[in-house]
Every structure is written in structure tokens, then in C-alpha cells.
């Protein structure tokens, strides 16, 4: 997902695997930084707040009515 589609509030899920952060985890975009390469903050479920690169994020579709 690129940076400039990420809005604050927008919920997203990992696409990749890491021992401490699975993937498919979701969460909600805090920060957008201004600087591309810095990518966004991300609090996950259980609190975390993480810095991950926009190309590592997928938006999550709304549930539908």
C-alpha cells in the first residue's frame, strides 16, 4: 500500500511475517509521516504502537451491512 493512501484511522493488516508480529495482524494507523521512507505508526490489539513501512500494510475492507 503506498503512504499517500493512508489515512489516520484507516485499520490495516501486515502482509509479512515476523517472530513478534505475525502476519495478518491488524491494527490502526496513529501517524502518517510526512517523510515516505519513515512510514506510518500502527497500534495493534494488544497496545503495541509500531513504525512499519506503508509496502508492508494492507487497508482492511469495512464490514459490510
Same mark, same amino acid.
Request: glycine share 10%; no cysteine.
Given at each position: !500500500?503506498?503512504?499517500? $493512501? !493512508?489515512? =489516520? @484511522? ?5 502482509? +509479512? #511475517? #515476523?517472530? *513478534?508480529?505475525? $502476519?495478518? %495482524?491488524? @491494527? $490502526?494507523? =496513529?501517524?502518517?509521516? #510526512?517523510? &515516505? %521512507?519513515?512510514? =506510518?505508526? =500502527?497500534? +495493534?490489539?494488544? @497496545?503495541? &504502537?509500531?513504525?512499519? &513501512? %506503508?509496502?508492508? &500494510? *494492507?487497508?482492511? %475492507?469495512?464490514?459490510?451491512?
Amino acid at each position: !500500500m503506498r503512504t499517500t $493512501e !493512508m489515512a =489516520v @484511522g484507516a485499520s490495516v493488516r501486515t502482509n +509479512f #511475517d #515476523d517472530p *513478534e508480529l505475525p $502476519e495478518g %495482524s491488524v @491494527g $490502526e494507523v =496513529v501517524t502518517v509521516h #510526512d517523510d &515516505l %521512507s519513515d512510514g =506510518v505508526d =500502527v497500534r +495493534f490489539g494488544d @497496545g503495541r &504502537l509500531i513504525n512499519i &513501512l %506503508s509496502h508492508a &500494510l *494492507e487497508q482492511v %475492507s469495512p464490514p459490510r451491512s
